[in-house]
T-cell receptor, first 113, second 114 residues
Framework: GENVEQHPSTLSVQEGDSAVIKCTYS??????FPWYKQELGKRPQLIID?????GEKKDQRIAVTLNKTAKHFSLHITETQPEDSAVYFC????????????FGQGTILTVHP | NAGVMQNPRHLVRRRGQEARLRCSPM?????VYWYRQLPEEGLKFMVY????????ESGMPKERFSAEFPKEGPSILRIQQVVRGDSAAYFC????????????FGQGTRLTVV
């Protein structure tokens, strides 16, 4: 089955800096890659996703890139703010069922004012 | 996505008791996925259900765990004879169907086994 590795496990940046989180996946059949933000005690919330027919996607300060050949994808957050502090999870899914997600281990992002 | 309702939000059970977790999907969604999140870990897929059918239970422990999604009513995740290692947050995600769309997560049930 699919295996998703996520790095780093913790990331500390100053407000205004950029943050980059990287994930690799093992199953070449995976074709859907969402990123979730989870605040303490709350549910995961989708912040951006990308499908395998696209190499890059951007939404305001958040962007995701996908390299299908190398089987890795990355989350980029620019102009970070303290409210960006949370745990971020990457995930992968394949086939026609995008609900069966394999999650990475998570990255604790701390943005210092 | 406030439409995915899970209850209870917090559940405390003594070792050996049964835990029943409920998930009502968003209106119009007929697919439900259950995930478990151990402390400081990512979410792990448990089971995928459609109305009256278990589609994929490859992530379910072999014993003590069961799930159902009846024709009427919420999806139920049932854990019999709970042990301390079952303490976790259990999330369900609702989906409109196969194809290109986002899964919506409920608020989760935090199970504590004492």
């Amino acid at each position: 089955g699919e295996n998703v590795e996520q790095h780093p496990s913790t990331l500390s940046v100053q407000e205004g800096d950029s943050a980059v989180i990287k994930c690799t996946y093992s199953d070449s059949a995976s074709n859907y890659f969402p990123w979730y933000k989870q605040e303490l005690g709350k549910r995961p919330q989708l912040i951006i996703d990308i499908r395998s027919n696209v190499g890059e996607k951007k939404d305001q300060r958040i962007a995701v890139t996908l390299n299908k050949t190398a089987k890795h994808f990355s989350l980029h957050i620019t102009e970070t703010q303290p409210e960006d502090s949370a745990v971020y999870f990457c995930a992968g899914a394949g086939g026609t069922s995008y609900g069966k997600l394999t999650f990475g281990q998570g990255t604790i992002l701390t943005v210092h004012p | 996505n406030a439409g995915v309702m899970q209850n209870p939000r917090h559940l405390v059970r003594r070792r050996g008791q049964e835990a029943r977790l409920r998930c009502s999907p968003m209106k119009g969604h007929s697919h439900v996925y259950w995930y478990r999140q151990l402390p400081e870990e990512g979410l792990k897929f448990m089971v995928y259900l459609q109305k009256e059918n278990i589609i994929d239970e490859s992530g379910m422990p072999k014993e003590r765990f069961s799930a159902e999604f009846p024709k009427e009513g919420p999806s139920i995740l049932r854990i019999q004879q709970v042990v301390r290692g079952d303490s976790a947050a259990y999330f369900c995600a609702s989906f409109p169907g196969q194809g290109v769309s986002e899964a919506f997560f409920g608020q989760g049930t935090r199970l504590t086994v004492v």
